[in-house]
């Protein structure tokens, strides 16, 4: 049974990744779950600098899902290139590091001082709903994802990945910009924007007002943006969008992702990657599936 | 530590004031490590409900292999666990976070305060301290939960918002009140209790940690939810903030920023 993918060259174990922002660098989590078992993990968001992230309250729990606002907080290209990429390197796995920015060269100055360290691949985070500079003020515009990835496309020495947001009309027209710019994959999809009001307290839930929605909630609107990109674009997709089980995640993977990425998840289980490893492999036996990707697209 | 999610048993559940519950859980892993002031992180049944509930230990019993947990019922989250009863079970992740120092503490004389809901995790702490135990719980109104379990541990003095029992005020006014002096200070409670508790704690020069809490996620210093300011740039963050679930939720009161 094969349970490998290729994105752009890069040939991952499984498709289960981890979805940006949820799991740290994998220290955490890795004192739970086998790091060796994941396709890739993806890191926390990076700056050139230290970001301090918004105030607090920064989630709150919605219905099938809940609401985050922490604002990309994060120590910095100089502390992650330090602590992380070595802490990662002792794993089986493949190391993508999610890269953010307020401007185009603080986007660019993470991804050169990247392009010597043994990572496989740059998400670029052009989708980040949190931020006042940066983050989704490049993803909503298809003029803004093209010339943001064909500028990190001169400087990266890695496959990219264009992190795209769901915030948008048609996903597509950003999807078909990205790759007009170069982008070797695509991700999809960050969370969407959403609102809590606390009736008690009479304030919004989350101190940033508005924060980004995920979880399960969310999840058939993810397939549906997953499913219409694969028809609009030849490049290879990760999806992502409330991902609890194995059952989601072949829900993506017949939709046309290539590879899955599992965040909220994993506050509800932290073993929720891991298992969704298996799941897939019992899934394939179940149907005597002899090759993922065999079913990747398969529902047209 | 090794911190597991399991399947545990509720042992038994009493109602000990309004809108608060105790439950004793059934886990010899949380039981066996966990230290006073540390909190487990409590999972609905209901599948819409996606996070843990972070909860203090209110009590261990390693012999029986079991946890008190005593919270107020805040939301739908606690409202099922206050439903649950002997024999039924919740997923448990924990013990999670640092605790309260207890080295070289004996001897000394100290303020246990709690304000609360901030109340329980004092109760282990109590009989965990090698100390002249003072206690110092601050409570809305008359009903005085966990209170005389505190005496077996502690000299207990009580402040009420509306002045049915004890000081009228808070626990500091309950420490002015009876002249109460301490060389060490542990305070469990809401934020403006702790601020003030703090500023006593500095002007006095008394050594003072505090139990901070904050809405959570992750529960394991993951998803960077649950922050507070810290004075100093935090080594791990690298910007002045720290993980109260990994790097608390007891601190030092002059590392954090109220």
């Known amino acids: ?300 | 530590m090794t911190q597991v999610k399991g399947t545990a048993a509720v042992a038994g559940q009493e109602k000990l004031a309004e809108g608060v519950y105790s439950m004793w859980i059934d886990t010899e892993p949380v039981a066996a490590q966990a230290k006073a002031g540390q909190f487990v992180s409590l999972y609905s049944g209901d599948g819409a409900r996606l996070l843990p509930r972070p909860i203090s230990i209110c009590e261990t019993d390693k012999e029986k292999g079991r946890i008190r947990l005593v919270y107020r019922v805040a939301g739908a989250g606690t409202e099922e666990f206050s439903r649950y009863q002997e024999g039924d079970t919740v997923d448990i992740l924990g013990p999670l976070g640092n605790g309260f120092p207890l080295e070289g503490m004996a001897g000394k004389k100290a303020f246990l305060i709690g304000g609360g809901i901030g109340i329980p995790p004092m109760l282990q702490l109590a009989k965990e301290l090698d100390c002249e135990n003072q206690a110092v719980l601050g409570y809305r109104d008359g009903e005085l939960f966990l209170k005389e379990e505190f005496e077996s541990y502690a000299s207990v003095y009580v402040a009420t918002e509306d002045g049915s029992a004890g000081t009228k005020g808070n626990v500091i006014d309950a420490i002015r009140e009876n002249g109460l002096k301490a060389d060490v200070i542990f305070a469990c409670g809401p934020t403006p209790m702790l601020r003030a508790i703090k500023a006593y704690a500095l002007e006095r020069g008394i050594p003072c940690y505090l139990s901070l809490e904050e809405k959570m996620a992750c529960g394991i210093g993951a998803c960077l939810a649950c922050v507070c300011q810290s004075k100093e740039v935090d080594p791990h963050s690298n910007v002045h903030n720290k993980r109260i679930c990994k790097d608390g939720p007891v601190f030092k009161a002059e590392e954090v920023e109220l």
Not at chain 1, 6 to 25: Q, R, Y
Not at chain 1, 112 to 133: G, H, T
Not at chain 1, 184 to 199: E, P, Q, R
Not at chain 1, 247 to 269: C, K, P, Q, R, Y
């Open chain 1, 1 to 300: 049974m094969n349970t490998k993918v290729t994105l752009a060259g890069v040939e991952l174990k499984n498709p289960v990744m981890t979805a940006s922002g949820t799991f740290g660098s994998g220290a955490e989590y890795g004192q739970m779950v086998d790091l060796n078992k994941l396709g890739a993990v993806v890191t926390k968001g990076v700056a050139n600098v230290p970001w301090p992230g918004n105030p607090t309250p920064r989630i709150a729990e919605t219905y099938g899902g809940m609401i985050n606002a922490i604002g990309l907080q994060n120590p910095g290209i100089d502390v992650f290139v330090k602590r992380d990429i070595p802490f990662l390197k002792q794993y089986d796995t493949k190391i993508i590091v999610n890269v953010c920015g307020k401007t185009t060269e603080d986007y660019i100055e993470v991804v050169e001082r990247l392009a010597d360290e043994p990572v496989d691949m740059l998400e670029i985070n052009i989708s980040c709903p949190n931020v006042k500079e940066g983050g989704i003020a490049f993803g909503q515009d298809p003029k803004a994802v093209e010339a943001i990835t064909r500028e990190v496309k001169k400087y990266a020495k890695q496959p990219v990945i264009m992190k795209l947001s769901p915030n948008v009309t048609d996903i597509t027209v950003m999807a078909k910009a990205a790759e007009a710019g170069g982008a070797d994959v695509l991700s999809l999809i960050n969370t969407l924007t959403g609102m809590k009001i606390d009736i008690h307290r009479k304030t919004f839930a989350v101190a940033n007002r508005t924060g980004g929605l995920s979880g399960p909630a969310i999840k058939p609107v993810a397939v549906r943006m997953v499913y219409q990109t694969a028809q609009a674009v030849k490049l290879p997709i990760i999806g992502m969008g409330g991902i609890m089980n194995a059952d989601d995640a072949m829900e993506f993977i017949l939709a046309g992702a290539t590879a899955v990425s599992v965040g909220t998840a994993n506050f509800h289980n932290p073993y929720a990657t891991q298992e969704i490893g298996a799941g897939i492999e019992e899934y394939m036996k179940r149907y005597q599936v002899e090759d993922i990707n065999c079913l990747i697209g398969a529902v047209k």
